[in-house]
């Protein structure tokens, strides 16, 4: 992170040197912070799409009806003179009335035609009741479904009643007839649209919706009661789905302004732009525009839907503003219904917002049905009129001189506001108003790039925004921009594409319909794109061939796996990983895909990606392998030897560094051991058979002594925090936890008890307090079981009682399974212990005899025949034989089957036996009794078989899976325009990372004056308090006053300022295990502990020492040949007290490097392993060179060194740099025994400081030989530290007692009792450790004490 100083430093920060130490602090990388440590590993919840039309409709028939009786006024209404007379733009007093009559119809027609051509049109001039009603009839009978309109003009007629009638006229026309709405309604049916241009027309809405009422009660009243004379008739029809238009409210008259059209409502719905040009030119504000007449609006040159014309120019520009105006003012679902289904029905609404603000202006209010709010007002109506002024200004030098036409900077200006609501604002806002219009201007070649640009910087801004844009429609325009050849939009449109595909998946079948997988595969197909487009291509590519046939195919066709395997090695980790979802996505049970892959050798090309620098890519690749091996077809011999391949190629992962690449690992062996169950079933029963066959001295049958081990349920002891899924297992040897186990035990199928011997309570007890998930009374195989075996197979000779070889690779996967069962991360442990136990389940069940019944009697010639039903299984051993008929039970040989004629020797390969199969003897009882079968019992009854297998919920189902590619595709829903929250000057992370940066340097000023003026005591104590569990490692916080104390198996956390116990939780590691050494990541900034137990697990927890709950943040094993069983139990216990004879093994010893995020590990073993925590892998193995253990590590990243005290007294210089022969540049054998500690100073000169058990300190020059220097001080050292700055050392004895010696080898203190009033004597010490920058000594002790001393008094 590079950044300005000027930015990093408060006001009250002046000094250089301190400038120089925040600069320092800013530089350091951070380890295991990245968005996989810090979030759930799913995806995002689907948010509910609205935005698909569910019921896209047309307007199919159109009916006219015209009740203008020309010549003859209604008696009704008093005309003005002049009066409004124009219809349709035709004076109907220019012609004979019959005439007039006619024309009118054909232009109500032309003029409905030009926004629906397609629709069935009939007109029905002057019409009777019978008329109408057939007219009505047959175009309801045509459209079926479909939606019919209904134009009314009662010019001629008298107004409508409050009875609900509309009225037309007799045959002779010499009377006025009325005609109920409520018949109108039966013959229309639903759904329809009524439009009505008469006087009062509100009265015929208000009038439709009561009638529509009755009849939804006439209709639920002949629902529930059909003997009801409602039931007998016709239903009539619901008028739900029915939408009305009318000129003017139930008590308004219609305007007879002379100047306008006498149907101006019906010219608004059908002639928009004139009718608008012509009310533009009667306002005051059109003086403005010099030379505009009424005639010359006339002569505007262009057609309606040629945008390059005025006209038509005019008329886009209406359509954007009125779609705008709905969009901003109507309910979302509103808006969906009225301008988005129907495009008739749409195009009339638009036209009605103009209507509204005409009609307005004559104190006319259009009605609607639904009602909208009002609009008139719109601050987009200015727009509007600018947009006009603008053309109707051009207009007399266009039309007189032929100047050529400018265009209106309406779209430009729109576009223009939109990218100020994006650049300027806050999270939380109204949407823009101008999205509509947006969506409009793609249809503009001109405006088309930038439009797309601001449309895709909206998207980007969440899935909100991508909602809101499908909302308004944008969908078919972009599906139809995928068919553009422009490159300038190809990187637009993968962008917004993937925007879309990143909210809602099931676009995938809309982009396959329309052939637009193929625009993605040429982007992704092109060299010359930039690879974050390629990615994004990929991605879109990877969601329409998820689980989607049609996609699979349609991209298989399309060459996407050669292009996908093209691009394995790009430099791009983000592409590299989508490549590999994507091509695990195309061969997900589709075998086609999957022999396309072999045939381009697609798994070989992956492996590379095994072993990428990111975890994501290692993950995505390990993800595409199991796919390929999970193919449900059938197998060929050829398949089979690829998936033994790739499962051993798989198996090199079992100690990757990440466990979300380990947890994709057990779901990746998971597909092939379901696709060869029945191998595994026996490999299975082999495991189990040899695993009670095996006497292990494992710890977990030998209870430590007591006295050593302290009392865990002593009252003072509190109970600790169980965290995250680990269940508290401290509390498994309570006697509640035993007797809930047994109890688990003693049923067998009919509940009765079942015989138990001591002997099996450790593995049963254990049984309800594995590490895992809460089904553990589910499980088979216990924890313990499973991590017996896994020591067992490390080195038994397994006889193969079946005829596979032992190092199948079936074999092999199941070894690799139980390591992932013993997984130092709950989450990879509990997924491996349900694909293991499922096929324990599977396996134990088809080897268990089935009993034949026989009249209430056992036949002893049946063949004992596996059942597939399924019963409860026991975790510990069941009850011995009961006696039965047949003999061989009570013997100890093998009952054999009965040889059937022309049976096969069972040495053929192994099957799982169908029910009524015969079975090969070793499924047959052995002479053991299995852990897992129940004995033949004469009493049980033949109905046990139907216990159903559905019970065991702790068992795999077939798919399982990590949610892996959808927490990878979140990022694509996300903002990626936006600047980071830590990168942002202002944010709250980064203020308060200032503040600890700060606060790191006034402890390393104020640290240095102390330790600079010499420090000649140090024996203040400063505090003390019990802990929990015995000290076994201290870790002073860095800059917090806060100190980690590690026992066996927990952490406790004190702040040793204010004597309090901020925490305590368990670290989670086996019971035969303990924590040998702790480190603080990221000390200076977002503090992480690392905890290091002796079985080479490494385990890193966040949140710890504050309110919240302790997580871990990831976990794995940092060295994988260090079990721990190897040392015997005695030897190990010994450790607590005397480290002297060199006895009880190292554990496991760590070095942590900030600088570079490289950790070393070392210990019982025979290297230094070197990790990469930024790529969460090992780097290097360093040979020791030696036969002991590693007791001490201590490295300097300046100089690539690395300083490793050793259990036989040498001292070894390791250079990181060199080759694994030549990087030991320097060994020193002065010391005779166990080296305790060796320091390598970090200065450029810096030395190797190096104490061993006898107590004698050297000092190394690292270019000479010999050592430079040599104190003595006690004997039978058990800890010790060196105070990095400070110069000084302590020693803590078994002798109980610390001595601290300044550099010259002077006793500067003695400590030997606690301070207080019993002053007691300090137990023997078990721990030390000195606080990196203060004087200040931590200290535990056997006796549970831990206790600081410092310098001087303090100011406290």
Request: aromatic content about 8%; proline content about 6%; overall charge neutral.
């Amino acid at each position: 992170m590079k950044m300005d100083s000027e930015l990093l430093l408060s006001p009250a920060v002046c000094l250089a040197e301190e400038e120089e130490a925040d600069m320092s602090d800013w530089n350091l990388p951070l380890a295991f912070m990245k968005k996989r440590h810090s979030e759930k590993i799913e995806g995002s919840k689907a948010l509910a799409q609205s935005w698909r039309m569910k019921d896209r409709m047309k307007t199919v028939s159109v009916a006219l009806v015209l009740c203008l009786n020309v010549g003859v006024d209604p008696p009704d209404v008093v005309k003005t003179s002049p009066c409004a007379r124009l219809e349709c733009w035709i004076d109907p007093l220019s012609m004979s009335p019959q005439k007039a009559l006619e024309t009118i119809g054909a232009n109500l027609q032309k003029q409905y035609e030009n926004w629906q051509p397609r629709a069935r049109y009939k007109q029905s001039l002057d019409p009777t009741v019978d008329e109408v009603k057939k007219l009505c009839t047959s175009l309801r009978r045509n459209a079926k479904e479909e939606r019919v309109l209904f134009h009314y003009n009662g010019h001629g007629v008298p107004r409508p009643t409050v009875n609900g009638e509309i009225w037309v006229f007799n045959k002779n026309y010499t009377q006025y007839i009325p005609l109920s709405v409520y018949d109108l309604q039966t013959w229309m049916g639903s759904p329809s649209i009524f439009v009505y241009d008469c006087s009062n027309a509100g009265i015929i809405v208000k009038s439709f919706k009561q009638f529509a009422l009755q009849r939804e009660q006439e209709l639920e009243v002949a629902a529930i009661n059909p003997n009801h004379p409602l039931a007998q008739m016709p239903l009539p029809p619901s008028m739900k789905n029915c939408i009305q238009l009318a000129a003017c409210e139930a008590s308004e008259l219609l305007p007879m302004n002379p100047d306008l059209p006498a149907d101006l409502f019906t010219s608004c719905l059908t002639t928009p732009i004139k009718i608008a040009l012509r009310w533009f030119c009667m306002q005051k504000s059109a003086k403005l525009v010099p030379g505009v007449t009424l005639d010359l609006i006339e002569k505007i040159p262009g057609r309606l839907n040629d945008r390059r014309t005025p006209l038509g120019e005019l008329n886009w520009i209406f359509t954007a503003i009125t779609d705008t105006i709905a969009w901003n003012v109507l309910p979302r679902d509103l808006f969906q219904k009225l301008f988005r289904q129907d495009l008739l029905v749409a195009s009339l609404f638009r036209n009605f917002l103009l209507a509204e603000r005409i009609m307005r202006s004559y104190n006319c209010t259009p009605v609607s049905s639904p009602r909208l709010p009002p609009t008139y007002m719109h601050a987009m109506w200015q727009a509007w009129d600018l947009a006009v002024d603008i053309c109707l200004s051009q207009l007399p030098t266009i039309i007189e001189e032929g100047t050529a036409f400018r265009h209106s900077p309406f779209f430009a200006e729109q576009l223009t506001a939109f990218q100020v609501w994006l650049t300027m604002g806050v999270e939380n806002r109204n949407p823009p108003e101008q999205l509509p219009i947006v969506l409009q201007v793609l249809l503009s070649q001109v405006h088309r790039l930038r439009a797309l640009d601001l449309l895709g910087r909206f998207l980007d801004l969440g899935p909100w925004a991508v909602s809101l844009a499908l909302s308004v429609g944008i969908f078919p325009y972009v599906l139809k921009l995928l068919q553009s050849s422009a490159r300038e939009l190809r990187p637009l449109l993968v962008f917004i594409w993937a925007k879309i595909l990143a909210v809602d998946s099931s676009c995938q079948a809309d982009l396959v319909k329309d052939n637009g997988h193929k625009y993605f595969l040429s982007v992704l197909a092109d060299p010359y794109m930039p690879a974050e487009h390629r990615t994004m291509a990929v991605f879109i590519l990877a969601v329409i061939v998820n689980s989607y046939t049609t996609g699979q195919e349609a991209c298989l066709q399309g060459n996407l796996i050669a292009i996908c395997l093209e691009q394995l090695s790009d430099p791009h980790p983000l592409l590299r990983q989508w490549v590999a979802i994507c091509l695990g996505r195309i061969w997900q049970n589709f075998d086609s895909a999957r022999w396309c892959g072999v045939r381009d050798s697609a798994h070989e090309k992956l492996y590379s990606l095994l072993s990428d620098p990111i975890p994501e890519v290692r993950c995505a690749a390990v993800f595409a392998l199991g796919t390929f091996v999970g193919n449900s077809a059938e197998r060929t011999d050829h398949s089979t030897t690829i998936d033994h391949n790739v499962a051993m190629m798989l198996a090199q992962l079992i100690n990757d560094g990440s466990p979300v690449v380990r947890k994709e690992l057990v779901v990746a062996l998971s597909h092939l051991v379901v696709q060869y169950e029945s191998n595994f079933c026996t490999v299975a029963l082999q495991f189990m058979e040899e695993e009670k066959n095996y006497a292990v001295p494992s710890p977990a049958n030998t209870l430590e002594p007591g006295n050593l081990t302290p009392v865990r349920d002593s009252p003072a002891i509190p109970r600790l925090r169980s965290v995250n899924s680990y269940t508290n297992i401290r509390a498994a040897t309570t006697a509640r936890n035993l007797n809930k186990s047994l109890q688990n035990l003693n049923l067998n199928e009919e509940g009765g008890p079942v015989a138990f011997s001591p002997g099996n309570l450790s593995t049963s007890s254990s049984a309800s307090s594995t590490l895992g998930s809460p089904d553990n009374d589910e499980y088979i195989l216990s924890f313990e079981t499973i991590d017996k075996m896994r020591r067992v197979s490390s080195y038994s000779s397994l006889n193969s009682l079946i005829g596979v070889s032992f190092n199948s690779v079936y074999t092999q996967i199941w070894r690799v399974l139980l390591h992932l069962a013993a997984d130092p991360f709950p989450e990879v442990s509990d997924l491996a212990m349900k694909v293991l136990n499922s096929i324990a389940y599977k396996a134990t069940m088809n080897a268990r005899p089935q009993r034949i019944l026989d009249s209430g009697s056992l036949t002893q010639s049946a063949p004992a025949s596996p059942t597939s039903k399924v019963a409860h299984i026991h975790q510990a051993g069941g009850s011995p034989p009961m006696p039965s008929a047949s003999s061989s039970s009570l013997t100890n040989e093998v009952p054999k089957p009965p040889t059937r004629g022309g049976e096969q020797p069972p040495t053929r390969p192994p099957y799982t036996p169908t029910l009524g199969g015969q079975a090969p003897h070793s499924h047959q009882f052995p002479r053991t009794r299995k852990m897992f079968d129940k004995g033949p019992s004469g009493s049980e009854q033949a109905g046990d078989d139907a216990d159903d297998p559905g019970g065991h919920k702790a068992y795999m189902n077939a798919n399982l899976s990590t949610g892996l590619c959808d927490w990878s595709a979140k990022y694509f829903a996300q903002p990626v325009m936006k600047i980071p929250e830590e990168h942002d000057v202002e944010s709250q992370v980064r203020k308060e990372r200032e503040w600890r940066f700060l606060r790191n340097a006034r402890v390393r000023k104020q640290s240095q004056r102390i330790t600079q003026r010499g420090v000649t005591r140090l024996d203040d104590q400063i505090f003390i308090n019990r802990n929990p569990g015995v000290p076994s490692v201290v870790k002073f916080h860095p800059f917090n006053p806060c100190i980690a104390v590690a026992d066996k198996d927990s952490i406790c956390f004190w702040d040793w300022e204010k004597a309090e116990r901020l925490d305590y939780f368990y670290n989670g590691n086996p019971r035969y295990t303990r924590i040998t050494a702790m480190e603080y990541l990221n000390g200076h900034d977002y503090s992480l502990l690392l905890t290091a137990t002796d079985d080479g697990a490494l385990r890193i927890w966040k949140n710890f020492a504050d309110q919240r709950n302790p997580e871990m943040v990831t976990a794995w094993q940092g060295l994988s040949d260090m079990l721990p069983t190897t040392r015997g139990l005695a030897r190990r216990v010994s450790i607590y007290l005397d480290r002297s004879k060199g006895q009880g093994g190292a554990g496991m010893v760590v070095d942590w490097e900030q600088e570079t995020g490289l950790l070393m590990t070392s210990g019982d073993v025979r290297v230094i392993r070197i990790w990469d925590t930024e790529r969460e892998m090992k780097v290097q193995d360093i040979p020791t060179g030696a036969d002991s253990c590693v007791t001490s590590l201590s490295c300097d990243s300046q100089r690539s060194l690395i300083a490793a005290g050793l259990g036989d007294g040498s001292v070894r210089l390791y250079d990181r740099r060199m080759g694994a022969n030549e990087c030991r540049v320097m060994t020193y054998r002065e010391h005779s025994s166990w080296v305790v500690k060796a320091h390598l100073q970090k200065q450029t000169d810096g030395k190797i400081i190096s104490v061993s058990v006898d107590g004698d300190v050297r000092f190394f020059e690292l270019r000479s030989p010999d050592s430079v220097n040599v104190l003595q001080t006690v004997k039978g050292l058990t800890a010790l530290d060196i105070h990095p700055q400070a110069n000084l050392f302590a020693c803590g004895s078994m002798n109980q007692f610390i001595a601290v010696y300044n550099s010259n080898g002077d006793v500067i203190s003695n400590i030997k009792y606690y301070d207080g009033f019993m002053g007691q004597r300090i137990g023997a010490i078990s721990c030390l450790a000195f606080h990196p920058y203060w004087p200040h000594l931590a200290v535990g002790s056997n006796d549970y004490y831990m206790s600081i001393y410092s310098a001087e008094k303090r100011l406290r």
